[in-house]
């Protein structure tokens, strides 16, 4: 299985190390052209969403981005990946990739010292799961046909709507493959 990792910003060296424990090969997506080659899944990595949102702009990967996803392709969005899936970013008119039905907070836990957080929460599907959360969103709501995977203190931080697997958290850094295992699974 060939895992495409979102590579112009961010946090995704960390998601492939964890495909490659899990014997999956994984491929970087820095331009367009990247885009032609076959993989089965995507993984939207942490980061900052608005640089990310900028580059995939600029570099011409947004619209090819969102007809792959629209047509099917397995995405795993991490953090700012996930504010990029989002339909809606609260407070904010800019949507990026916009084919998750749902509607994020950014920055969700305030600025306060970096905004690190950490929790162990309980994912369906998973079971009891260590989350780090990075100046991290959440989810504020969902659409109907959105299933909610995991809550924290009240606030969703995992959800899956059909092939598009999203958290706030950051599974890359947890010391535990389980998650990716599940988006794997998913494909
Ligand atoms: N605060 C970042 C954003 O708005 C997300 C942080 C992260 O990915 N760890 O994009």
Not at 67 to 82: K, Q
Not at 127 to 153: Q, S
């Amino acid at each position: 299985m060939k895992i495409a990792v979102l590579a112009v910003q961010g946090a995704f060296e960390e998601h492939e190390k964890v495909l490659w424990q899990l014997g999956a090969e994984t491929m970087q997506l820095r331009k367009a052209a990247d885009l032609e080659a076959d993989f089965d899944g995507l993984i939207l990595p942490g980061g900052e969403s608005t640089v990310q949102g900028k580059l995939l702009r600029e570099l011409s990967m947004l619209a090819p981005i969102r007809d792959r996803i629209g047509n099917g392709l397995p995405v795993f969005a991490t953090c700012a990946g996930l504010i990029l899936l989002a339909e809606h970013i609260s407070g904010d008119d800019a949507t990026h990739i916009g084919t998750l039905p749902v509607t994020v907070r950014r920055n969700a836990y305030g600025r306060q010292l970096g905004s690190f957080h950490y929790a162990e929460g309980s994912i369906k599907g998973v079971g009891n799961f260590p989350m780090e959360f990075i100046r991290a969103p959440y989810i504020e709501r969902t659409a109907k046909c959105v299933d909610t995977l995991a809550a924290v203190e009240g606030h969703i931080v995992g959800v899956r709507y059909k092939k598009q697997l999203a958290v706030a958290f950051h599974p890359e850094l947890a010391g535990d493959t389980r998650m990716h295992q599940y988006f794997l699974d998913m494909i």
